[in-house]
């Protein structure tokens, strides 16, 4: 019986082949030499951004705090007129009660009056 080993012959590899292959790395090392300096570019330009934009918030909420304050005390305010404004009806109703008393002592003392003198 014949043996049927097959023997795997590794390529060789040629110096053109090795100059291509060289140059493709070189390639790709300069594409990502490019990238990885656009992505340190992006990181740079978003974390400026967040930056900003946590400087904004925090002056917005130091803002709001103060607007808060400056409501509230609007608030106060306007709850002591509007009890003023209520006591103030209070005192016209009073004076009108007192009043309208006095108006009807006076009528009814006219009536008895009226009816002992007659």
């Known amino acids: 019986m014949r043996s049927r080993k097959k023997f ?3 390529p060789t590899m040629s110096v053109e082949n090795f100059a291509e292959l060289s ?27 967040l ?18 304050q400056k409501l509230e005390t609007v608030k106060q305010t306007v709850e002591k007129k509007a009890d003023q404004a ?17 108006r009807n002592n006076i009528k009814i003392f006219t009536v008895f009056r009226d009816l002992f003198r007659g």
Do not use: P, W
């Open 8 to 10: 795997y012959q590794q």
């Open 51 to 68: 930056t900003t934009l946590d400087t904004t918030t925090n002056g917005l909420s130091a803002r709001l705090e103060g607007l808060n």
């Open 23 to 49: 140059q493709l790395v070189k390639v790709l090392a300069e594409k990502i030499d490019r990238l990885e300096a656009f992505s340190q570019s992006r990181h740079d330009e978003i974390y400026a951004k």
């Open 86 to 102: 209520k006591l103030e009806q209070l005192e016209k109703k009073l004076d009108e009660m007192e009043n309208r008393s006095k």
